[in-house]
T-cell receptor
Framework: GDSVTQMEGPVTLSEEAFLTINCTYTATGYPSLFWYVQYPGEGLQLLLKATKADDKGSNKGFEATYRKETTSFHLEKGSVQVSDSAVYFCALNNNAGNMLTFGGGTRLMVKP | GAVVSQHPSRVICKSGTSVKIECRSLDFQATTMFWYRQFPKQSLMLMATSNEGSKATYEQGVEKDKFLINHASLTLSTLTVTSAHPEDSSFYIC????????????FGAGTRLSVL
């Protein structure tokens, strides 16, 4: 079945550092790929998405490129802020039923 | 953007009581709603998928008589935790999706249930 693997956290960075959170997936066909962010005590918010190979999703300085050849969708940000501290989930949707398959989540901690 | 409201955000109840959690799509019609459970520092576990007007589809290992789901309209789904016990304490999150195909799921803010 479909699966999503993302790097284990926590990832601890200093403010203005470069961020990469790796995400790879296993799926048949052509899934849509998503990054969701969860701030403490809250639900998930959609951060960005990509629906086909070579698409780049971007939002709030974050970006991720759908790489079918490496089955990856790594999240990057050039300069993180303390307010980016949260848990980030990579997910895929590969069926008409709209079910999401989530990675395990990666906690990001940004220190001033 | 699409907004999903989940209520209550936090509930504390005694063991043996039932708790109802509401999930509403405020500005769109949700053909499908999903209910997730999240344990501390873990990912989301899909509990069930509900489509308006039909019975929910439960994931393996989720007791349908324990977690009652009602998707009464295109904007409202409810999850009732019946006869709650301390092991049911968790963070419950709903999401809603429009139409069919690989559409985006919009998430509620979650409900933290604590059973004493």
């Amino acid at each position: 079945g479909d699966s999503v693997t993302q790097m284990e956290g926590p990832v601890t960075l200093s403010e203005e550092a470069f961020l990469t959170i790796n995400c790879t997936y296993t799926a048949t066909g052509y899934p849509s790929l998503f990054w969701y962010v969860q701030y403490p005590g809250e639900g998930l918010q959609l951060l960005l998405k990509a629906t086909k190979a070579d698409d780049k999703g971007s939002n709030k300085g974050f970006e991720a490129t759908y790489r079918k050849e490496t089955t990856s969708f790594h999240l990057e940000k050039g300069s993180v802020q303390v307010s980016d501290s949260a848990v980030y989930f990579c997910a895929l949707n590969n069926n008409a039923g709209n079910m999401l398959t989530f990675g395990g989540g990666t906690r990001l901690m940004v220190k001033p | 953007g699409a907004v999903v409201s989940q209520h209550p955000s936090r509930v504390i109840c005694k063991s043996g009581t039932s708790v109802k959690i509401e999930c509403r799509s405020l500005d769109f019609q949700a053909t499908t709603m999903f209910w997730y459970r999240q344990f501390p520092k873990q990912s989301l576990m899909l509990m069930a998928t509900s489509n308006e007007g039909s019975k929910a589809t439960y994931e393996q290992g989720v007791e349908k008589d324990k977690f009652l789901i009602n998707h009464a309209s295109l904007t409202l789904s409810t999850l009732t935790v019946t006869s709650a016990h301390p092991e049911d304490s968790s963070f419950y999150i709903c999401s809603a999706s429009t139409g069919t195909g690989k559409n985006i799921q919009y998430f509620g803010a979650g409900t933290r249930l604590s059973v004493l």
